[in-house]
């Protein structure tokens, strides 16, 4: 499930319900119950994002670490729109956990990330985001991520002024990660 409608990955918003979600309930319990004492990485999500999902993020929030004793790190995938200081106070259990983040942006500007990258995003919201993510002191190593695509590769050197605009990645490892668009089945081949 995820909050944005990417033309990169998505042709319609996804949120999953019903057989779907209790597909990826299963998965969590699986997680929990079976694999959690061998565990020592976590990467949430890549194809959607966590604290959208209600299933990641009521995970999140009841998050217990006795079931993890091996666990070092939480590696968070997110576009960033929902990772307020008021939801990440939900979760302090899993905050000495999170060392590292990627943040998905594609766009240097708000008209290409409201109308073009990430549709139903809020550019202003991005921004105030990325000032609390950026200053979270567990967090040493971050990933600021662009999905090259006709609609924004004109934007790659504004997008690196605008990451190293933000004066709290002064004390952290960080880096700005370009990919080049792949199609999941989103879009024809032409």
Not at 9 to 25: A, F, K, P, Q, T
Not at 31 to 48: C, D, H, M, Q, R
Not at 136 to 148: D, G
Request: charged share 25%; net charge positive; glycine share 4%.
């Amino acid at each position: 499930s995820c909050n944005l409608q990417c033309p990169s990955c998505r042709s319609e918003l996804i949120n999953y319900l019903g057989r779907d979600r209790d597909n990826v309930e299963e998965k969590l319990r699986q997680v929990n119950e079976e694999i959690a004492p061998t565990i020592k990485n976590l990467y949430l999500s890549g194809t959607a994002d966590p604290f959208y999902s209600k299933s990641f993020r009521q995970w999140l929030i009841n998050f217990d670490p006795s079931k993890f004793p091996n666990l070092l790190l939480i590696h968070i995938h997110t576009n960033g729109l929902l990772w307020t200081p008021q939801l990440w106070s939900k979760m302090k259990k899993i905050h000495p956990f999170v060392k590292t983040a990627e943040i998905s942006i594609d766009a240097a500007t708000k008209d290409t990330y409201e109308n073009h990258t990430r549709i139903g995003g809020d550019w202003e919201k991005l921004k105030e985001n990325l000032e609390f993510i950026t200053s979270i002191s567990t967090i040493k190593n971050l990933i600021f991520s662009f999905v090259t695509q006709d609609s924004n590769f004109r934007e790659m050197n504004d997008f690196i002024r605008f990451i190293k605009s933000y004066k709290s990645l002064k004390n952290k490892n960080y880096n700005i990660f370009f990919s080049h668009i792949i199609n999941w089945g989103t879009y024809s081949e032409e």
